[in-house]
């Protein structure tokens, strides 16, 4: 059984996606969901499905939160904050993160949310995505596991753009939690 601790900073329908799929395998379980954001919608996802759910800012709460739970897998989705180094060093190659765009494009520091779509349509880029990727100490700099390319109609607005890639992000996070963890 492979258990994943989640870290959101929102609505979490990143999260619900992994929520979905654990639900279809005895093999994987969301163990545990921390939040910075105390009102993130993703919380009550949580609650909703009997997952324990936490608020807490400071890293060693966090790294003793998913250490309690027995945490195999960290999983970001959505979360909103740099991730302290101890957390990096306990789970090294086991912290995955989903960003909105093709990294390198659009990602690091400052990049997130509604800002990397923006950004996108600001540059007038005829493709964008996302990407799946272990985490480092360095914001969106860990090895890529997975891609996948969104193409940008002109008529794009930075919310449609968004619509589209999240479609893309719940299919793209799950093909990547199974070949990570062999499920």
Do not use: W
């Not at 919380?43 to 966090?62: E, F, M, S």
């Not at 659009?106 to 995505?129: D, L, N, P, R, W």
């Amino acid at each position: 059984m492979v258990k994943f601790g989640v870290l959101i900073s929102g609505g979490g329908t990143n999260l619900q996606a992994v929520i979905d799929y654990c639900q279809t395998t005895p093999k994987a379980e969301v163990a545990v969901v921390i939040s910075n954001n105390p009102s993130a919608y993703g919380l009550t996802r949580a609650k909703n499905h009997g997952i324990d759910q936490y608020v807490l800012q400071d890293g060693d709460d966090i790294l003793n939160t998913l250490k309690e739970h027995d945490v195999d897998y960290v999983l970001l989705l959505g979360y909103l904050r740099k991730v302290p180094e101890k957390i990096i060093q306990a789970y090294p190659e086991k912290i995955i993160n989903i960003h909105p765009s093709l990294i390198p494009a659009f990602s690091g520091k400052g990049y997130y949310g509604m800002k990397v779509h923006e950004a996108a349509i600001k540059k007038g880029v005829k493709y964008t995505g996302a990407t799946v990727h272990f985490v480092n100490e360095i914001y969106d700099d860990g090895r890529i596991i997975n891609q996948a390319v969104v193409p940008v109609d002109p008529k794009d607005t930075p919310e449609t753009l968004q619509q589209k890639v999240l479609e893309v992000e719940h299919q793209l996070l799950i093909q990547s939690i199974k070949e990570v963890c062999q499920l």
